[in-house]
């Protein structure tokens, strides 16, 4: 069984598509390059206040946002 690399737009994606199935309005999820801090991915909501994390690379700064994503996601289920 091959392990395949998720390229960073299908990571975006999947973030996109579990925050709007969750929370509904999207505004965007991107990620970009600080010049201090290094990777940051954020996802912005048009309801609610947005969310950021970091990571050494792009790749663990959207799985880092992902992880956030579904831990809200995990708590909003338990109330």
Do not use: P
């Not at 801090?37 to 663990?60: H, N, P, R, T």
């Amino acid at each position: 069984m091959s392990h395949s690399v998720k390229t960073i737009e299908e990571r975006i994606d999947k973030i996109y598509k579990m925050a709007e199935g969750h929370f509904g309005e999207v505004r965007f999820v991107g990620i970009k390059l600080h010049k201090k801090i290094g990777w940051v991915a954020k996802i912005q909501f048009d309801e609610f206040e947005s969310l950021v994390s970091e990571g050494k690379d792009a790749d663990e700064a959207l799985k880092n946002l992902r992880k956030r994503v579904k831990k809200i996601i995990e708590r909003y289920n338990l109330v």
